[in-house]
């Protein structure tokens, strides 16, 4: 896993995504899931454009099932994006790197316009 993605499990999830400044986008996948792997790539990618504007995280389910079943993960890839400590949107299946940068796009314009001009904002 590249550093521009955090690593999120049962134990560590609340602080590292509910209790997250700004918005957070969780890609909930597993190792067996061919999907899973081709959205790996793009889910890199989305990391590095927003490394200062958004936190991406990844759940694997297998190590993170009480997650998992907490967001009512049924299918996977889902991305599901948090901000304020609660689900603003999902997306169920591979999406394009359009398509996710548009669902965080959406939620960075949401913050006061002091938190969304600084391009060097660290989040978390």
Not at 3 to 25: K, R, T, Y
Not at 39 to 44: G, K, N, S
Not at 57 to 72: E, H, M, Q, S
Not at 106 to 122: G, I, T, V
Request: contains cysteine; charged residues 25%; proline residues 6%.
């Amino acid at each position: 896993m590249s550093q521009n993605i955090i690593e999120a499990n049962d134990g560590n999830f609340d602080p590292v995504v509910l209790q997250a400044d700004g918005p957070v986008l969780v890609d909930f996948w597993a190792e067996w899931c061919g999907p899973c792997r081709r959205l790996a790539p793009t889910i890199e990618a989305v990391a590095v454009d927003y490394t200062t504007r958004a936190r991406v995280v990844k759940l694997n389910v297998d190590a993170g099932p009480a997650t998992a079943r907490r967001y009512g993960i049924q299918g996977i890839p889902t991305l599901i994006l948090f901000r304020d400590g609660a689900e603003k949107e999902r997306i169920v299946g591979a999406a394009s790197k359009e398509a996710i940068s548009a669902l965080i796009d959406r939620h960075l314009s949401a913050l006061p316009d002091s938190e969304n001009r600084s391009e060097n904002r660290k989040v978390g």
